[in-house]
């Protein structure tokens, strides 16, 4: 629906969430006559929308029309130094100026930099704060490619779990969506349905009442473990044991589909060899479950099909992460579920989406940068010491050190891992930092210079997901707030500042996707997978399934059963020979994270922490606003700790404690939580300045990388807590 007229004073138009979230929903906004948004609702004609909206989007108006949306460019004052900003009064530390100085001053700035250590000297830094075809990666990466700025290595959310994936799948695909409704067992395994992927929940209820059963695998009694028919809170990083303790049973007992195997994998035998070690007795030891339940499991797993696992990005989240993540998504394979419709696994579907990112993001651009190559690439996943020991003294890389930070889709002063050295890193009065931004966040309150961003109802995108099948047309809804503008306007902008002048520079919304979908002359795109999709079609319906998925009912699409997979051998691999070249266990095995109750650090800091997400809140959006608090309150500032954890160190409901580590400290209340394991505790992700001591649960995370795709580790982090007695802070 696009936004054509029509006789009614309002209009509806056909927009798409662009916030960091599997469902990507299609999102009607009704627009009156005088241009303002008054409903947002969830598309009804949308399969997985299903015509409904997650609690914190339902409420996006609050959102877009806040007043505290940054709305025009700021620049920080003269004399003013960089750090933590009360909320309410960040704007006396930064002064209005129009866009065109703002762009200019930049630019400028930028050029300098780059002449005087080198374009390498330039960050950027961005996430899926927009996942918009656009607005997560176009225009910007042209332009810092043109520079010759580093290269992000985009790795803080899902580059363990993707990389394990592609290793024994070679694609990000799995079972579609809608199809987990024929399933007769669902396991959620460290993913949260209910909080973080809501529009799968009604397919699970609907298996559910015919007769499905759910299992949910997670440490933390999350909304969906309560509503589970059985809830394993298995002790943290410890899923590659109990997985192959699955395969062990299964193998043992001969309930596997040989012939599945035999025809779709490589490694079985070596597999095989290697699943014999871990027995439902030591996978007791490490879970914490009994010898007895590890072998129902198996068995009503292998014997229940069609079977269908939604694991997520929460057991990645781990030093083994990619192990972990390995080996559940091997258990499909070993029993064959796959063949079964509502069958298999899904951890991400967005394989499925061959936009033309080359087209979109230009690589080449760097041929023409000053480094006629492309550049050096820094994970953001490890910005603490990008910031504060690259290229700095003692640091025998001989890498530039970052002298300017761009920052936008992201809030890394709060999401990012070692709080404390990141907000180090960000203070140094020498380094320049830029913010493209909604709201004064943790980061702004760092910036030189914060430029006002666009909300999905202001700009025009296209988008895929990772958790279903649908491609889809973000129109624009309103004009944007204020002088807020898209990203793609931003970086086209300071382009021609930069005095860029290749013609890429001026594509606009509208051209970028068209070639985003490579049409040949017919306008259909040549993208595999994506032949059926026109941008006329894709403008005037807003969401158009992908091709092998256009008629589910009679040709539906079964992942991984048959034809060649896109992994080095052609086959699903068990054992995999890059991994092993790359000096990787080329087969999943268990090693305790460094930091966990087994670990020798554990003497000093014996409790295991989950720096959990928000149900109500998206990563660090939506912290700042009334009404999204308000639904987080029993929860916000709290520490969740076990009874048998809490006595020994005096600690009662309500007591102010102080959780510690080597990294940092914070002071939260303490919450007792008898549904978590005994040695493991729970805090939430907030704003940094929304605590008294103005710093997160990510003090005490580690800039420590994950087994597999150099991800972050903030579910493997030990902590020790202590009732505090000192006077309270004031805040
Ligand atoms: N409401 C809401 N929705 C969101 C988000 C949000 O912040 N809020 N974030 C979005 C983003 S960025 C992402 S990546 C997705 C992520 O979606 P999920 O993968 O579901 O994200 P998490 O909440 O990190 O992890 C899921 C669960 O894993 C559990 N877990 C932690 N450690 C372990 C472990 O060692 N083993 C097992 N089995 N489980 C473990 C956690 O307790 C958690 O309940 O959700 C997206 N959707
Ligand atoms: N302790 C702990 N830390 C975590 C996690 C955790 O579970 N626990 N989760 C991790 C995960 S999975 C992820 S994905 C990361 C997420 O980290 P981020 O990518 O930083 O995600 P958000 O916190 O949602 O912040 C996104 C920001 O982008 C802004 N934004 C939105 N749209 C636009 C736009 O169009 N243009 C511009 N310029 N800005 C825009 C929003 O206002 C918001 O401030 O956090 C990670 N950090
Ligand atoms: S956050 Fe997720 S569930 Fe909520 S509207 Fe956006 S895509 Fe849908
Ligand atoms: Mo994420």
Redesign the pocket.
Known sequence: MGPAATSSPFRVVHTVCS????DSCGVLVTVNEGGRAVKVEGDPAHPVTNGFL?G?VAKYLDRVYSPDRVLYPLRRKVGVAKGPLAKGREHESFERIPWDEALEAIAERLKQVADQYGPESILPYSY?GNMGLLGYGSMDRRFFHRMGASQLDRTI??EAGGQAWNHVYGKKLGTPTEDVKLAKLIIA?????H???IHLWPMVEQARRNGARLIV????R?R??ALADWHIA??????VALALGLMHVILRDGIDDRSYIDAMTVGFDRLAERVREYTPERVAHWTGMTAAEVEQLAREYATTLPSFIRT????Q??ENGGA?TRAICMLPAITGAWKHRGGGAQLSTSGAFKWDKQTIERPDLALKSPLKRLARVVNMSTLGQALTELGQNGDATNSPAVHALFVYNSNPGAVAPNHNAVVRGLARPDLFTVVHEQFLTDTTDYADYILPATTFLEHIDAQGAYGHYFAQYSHQAIEPLGEARSNVWLFSQLAQRMGFEDACFRDTAEEMIAQALAPDESGHSTNPGMENITLAELQQKGHVPLAFHRDPENHPFKPFTEGAVLTPSGKIEFYSEALGSMGLDPLPGFIPPTESRWSEAAKQYPLEL?G????????STFANLPGHRKMESRTSQRLEIHPVDAEPRGIADGDRVRVSNGRGSLLLSALINEKLPAGVV?AR?DWAKLHPDAVNVNALTSERLTDIGAAPT??STLVEVVRDTQPAPKG
């Open positions: 916030h960091d979230c599997p997650c914190k899926a959310c899902a395994w460290g993913a949260n349905i909080g973080n992927n695998i997670d440490p933390y999350t969906t473990a298995i002790r943290p990083g410890t899923d997520n990005y929460g057991v989240r781990g972990a989950l959990r997400k928000n149900d109500n809140y998206m990563n729970a992700l903030f579910y």
